[in-house]
């Protein structure tokens, strides 16, 4: 398993139909570092016994606390401890569709949490046409690990709802101007949907954190540019993103995203961008392996910053921003579910330059990953018996 530069890729499938070692030749000539240290990470289980946890993140004075929020996919939101305390399930969440990939999936905290209590879920919900990614907050009332949510008000549901249990996204981020990024998927049988401005499908979409649409989103306004675009949209032509960071240098907002056989991506998500799916990709189609598409560059699409062939199945993205990891910082890491490992990046700019591969096989399958208030990496596990997993240094780490 590798990942390559986007021009390395273009490199191999030029070369495909000359001998294997002109292909080699072309992969060599990328440049990039996969040298494979000794594993400098232990990993500490610090919370266990969850159904498929999904999305992560920390309350305040979480030194002191140890408090976390976790999703579990079948519908439950716990409070949990560092300590390895399992809340009950916290009132007030809406029901789910907890079917295929669908449930309870991802969690934020309003920037403002502190004065307002916000809680942010990404869920499945069903309706009239099937089902479709939703996002509802929440004022969280709690004390200890018990808990419940107040004033439960649905912000955003993707249109339309589909007939599918498959690709609902879905990560929140807030941007550093309080808006919120919610990732949706194409649903999987309405993968040319992503190409078209009147939906939601294959979309990253931009909200406020009422739910309101932002007068500055690229299709947005009094006279907008695409008559017919829905106003929410901030991006287009994605497949299944459930990885999203805020670069902390820029402020501005990574993804990454599955691909189908092979063709995971990670992108640079800009506003009003398209980004290909399903008209340019480096993946094939699932079995016969044929070629989906017009190939893997057209002009007007954004090429990504980094693809893997073949799929990793990535899933959690957080860049690092602390010193716990010497020499690390500024590194971006992606959990994989189907190669059970993290991964390290690092980019110069756009340019790939760096990997590692890391755990490999030792927690399962990763489902997040994020960076705790004391800098260290937390990831989640996907499992019936899914983990917190702190990942501290097996010497030289406090």
């Not at 292909?23 to 060599?28: C, D, E, R």
Request: include cysteine; glycine fraction near 14%.
């Amino acid at each position: 398993m590798t990942i390559m530069t986007v021009q390395a890729l273009r490199r191999r499938a030029a070369a495909a139909l000359v001998a294997g070692v002109v292909a080699a030749i072309a992969w060599l000539a990328a440049g990039v570092c996969t040298a494979q240290p000794p594993q400098p990470l232990q990993p500490v289980t610090v919370a266990k016994g969850l159904a498929h946890p999904w999305g992560l993140a920390f309350l305040p004075n979480f030194e002191r606390s140890g408090r976390m929020l976790v999703t579990e996919r079948p519908g439950q939101l716990r409070i949990v401890t560092t300590r390895g305390e399992l809340g009950p399930p916290i009132g007030g969440v809406p029901e789910v569709d907890a079917r295929g990939q669908g449930g309870l999936l991802d969690v934020a905290l309003d920037p403002k949490f502190v004065d307002n209590g916000f809680v942010y879920l990404s869920y499945s919900e069903a309706g009239e046409g099937g089902n479709g990614t939703a996002v509802a907050r929440g004022r969280l009332e709690s004390t200890g690990v018990q808990g419940r949510l107040s004033e439960v008000q649905v912000i955003f549901r993707q249109r339309p709802k589909v007939r599918s249990t498959a690709h609902f996204g879905s990560r929140l981020v807030f941007g550093r101007d309080g808006q919120l990024f919610i990732t949706l998927g194409d649903r999987f049988s309405r993968r040319d949907d992503a190409q078209k401005l009147d939906n939601h499908l294959g979309k990253v979409v931009r909200i406020e954190a009422d739910g309101k649409v932002p007068a500055d989103n690229p299709f947005a306004g009094p006279t907008p540019t695409t008559p017919g675009a829905l106003p929410e949209i901030w991006s287009y032509g994605h497949r299944n993103v459930q990885g999203a960071a805020l670069d902390p240098a820029t402020g501005a907002l990574w993804t990454h995203e599955h691909g189908p056989q092979g063709g995971d991506e990670v992108n640079l998500d800009e506003a009003g961008r398209n980004y290909g799916w399903p008209v340019v990709t480096f993946g094939a189609e699932y079995g016969s392996g044929s070629k989906i598409g017009e190939g893997t560059a057209k002009p007007g699409v954004e090429a990504p910053l980094a693809v893997w062939v073949p799929s990793i199945a990535p899933s959690g993205m957080a860049f690092l921003t602390s010193d716990r990891y010497p020499g690390w910082k500024g590194s971006l890491f992606v959990g994989s579910l189907k190669d059970e490992m993290l991964l390290r990046l690092v980019f110069d700019g756009r340019k790939l330059v760096t990997q590692e591969r890391l755990l490999k096989a030792e927690l399962g399958r990763i489902r997040d990953v994020r960076q705790g208030p004391d800098g260290w990496l937390y990831v989640l596990t996907d499992a019936d018996d899914g983990r917190i997993v702190r990942l501290q240094l097996r010497s030289g780490g406090s």
